[in-house]
């Protein structure tokens, strides 16, 4: 298969909410989306993750367009004839940029399983129908607010809620959550927030039995993590922290993590994923599939991968209508908790041209020489 031309669009959606967490608060979504044309008359599509600035993760959306333009997509052009199992070792010699090298393999990937007629899952190894949900619910000006919105996603049947922490913003609403909800499971993120110094005040959240604390310390900081596991109760799970199956392989070898969470953008892509599911499968590691504030054309596949069978824990792989009034696909609706796998070839979701051409604020198509 070769590639014809390349699509990039930057696209703004509002967000339902403001969604804070410790290192900003999002309004709405901007991001760039991947289609991909080939010669075989398939086409693929793929949204790249990374944010607009780059608060979460070196990467932002304006670099991963200038990034594909100038080195991934030419590389992969002169390369030719492509399978997307091909793509991670062609894009090597580019250092970094783990998003938007992930946002081609997976164009290309979409296209490839279209031509076959393989849905995600079942070329990922899927081996369910549908996957249990969980929701992530950022830092509220208010305790109430808080209450509010926790008691919505409980109505509305989400199975794992996950609140963002920040110091000044910790043991209080988790432990007011906790007492109202004794049975909910419940875990906390901390995007980085804490130093080394923090593990006494860290102890403080050891009653709540929360399923884990995510990244309390920096992404770099492995080894604070290793102290910090032996000083309090709560499992820890890396996610900043994890960019490919290596540095996983090296936090669990250091005892800095005994869960991890998988995000295809931040590890490179959904293939290298699926090395790091089975590294934690075979080291008896469970992991779940984070969230970037995905459109549905990143949540179909992001849900393929989840319903692997390591994924033993519920993701913040929530229904369209957590995030947007009107999704650019056809939404993902949330029944009993649960979300079905798109079963359709390639990523298996009807993308609406419409309303993305009316969310667009940039558009080139870079065509192969
Ligand atoms: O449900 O998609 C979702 C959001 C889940 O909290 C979530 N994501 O740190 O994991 C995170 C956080 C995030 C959001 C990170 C946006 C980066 C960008």
Redesign the pocket.
């Known amino acids: 298969m070769r590639i014809k031309n390349v699509e990039l669009r930057i696209i703004k959606l509002p967000l339902v909410r403001p ?1 804070r ?1 410790s290192f900003g608060t ?1 309004y709405e979504r901007e991001l760039l989306l991947l289609k991909i044309n080939t010669n075989e008359g398939s086409e693929g599509w793929s949204e790249c993750v990374a ?1 607009s600035e780059p608060l ?1 993760s070196p990467e932002y959306t304006h670099a991963s367009q200038d990034v594909m333009e100038r080195f991934l997509l030419p590389k992969i052009f002169e390369f030719g004839d492509i399978r997307a199992e091909e793509v991670a070792d062609v894009m090597r010699p580019f250092l970094g940029h783990q998003m938007s090298k992930a946002a081609i393999e997976s164009a290309i990937l979409d296209a490839q399983l279209k031509l076959e007629g393989i849905s995600f899952g079942s070329y990922l190894g899927s081996t369910r129908e549908e996957v249990d949900c969980g ?2 619910v950022g830092i509220t000006p208010t305790i109430e607010k808080l209450v509010e919105e926790v008691s919505l996603y409980i109505s509305e049947g989400y199975r794992r809620i ?1 609140l ?1 922490i920040e110091p000044g913003w910790d043991i209080e609403p988790v432990g007011i959550i906790r007492e109202m909800w004794p049975d909910i499971p419940l875990q906390v ?1 901390a ?1 980085q927030a804490y130093t080394r110094a923090d593990s006494a005040h860290l102890k403080k959240l050891d009653p709540f039995s929360l399923l884990l604390i995510e990244q309390p310390l920096n992404e770099h900081d492995v080894l604070g993590h290793a102290m910090l596991a032996k000083e309090i109760a709560t499992p820890i799970c890396l ?1 900043e922290s994890i960019t490919s199956l290596e540095s996983a392989r090296d936090a669990l070898a250091l005892k800095a993590t005994t869960i991890i969470n998988i995000k295809p953008g931040r590890v490179g892509g959904y293939l290298e994923s699926v090395k790091i599911h089975d590294l934690c499968v075979e080291s008896n590691i469970p992991v779940w599939c ?5 459109t549905g054309i990143g949540r179909a596949a992001n849900i393929a991968l989840a319903a692997l069978p390591g994924f033993t824990l519920p993701g ?1 792989t ?1 229904a369209s209508s ?2 947007y009034h009107r999704d650019i696909t056809t939404p993902f609706v949330m029944e009993n908790g649960r979300l079905r796998v798109p079963t359709e070839p390639g990523i298996g979701v009807a993308v609406d041209l419409d309303f993305i051409e009316e969310i667009t604020t940039s558009r080139k198509v870079i065509v192969a020489p």
């Open positions: 969604f967490t999002q944010m979460y929701v992530s996950k963002k993120d995007n996610d984070g969230g970037m504030l995905e913040d929530s957590r995030y």
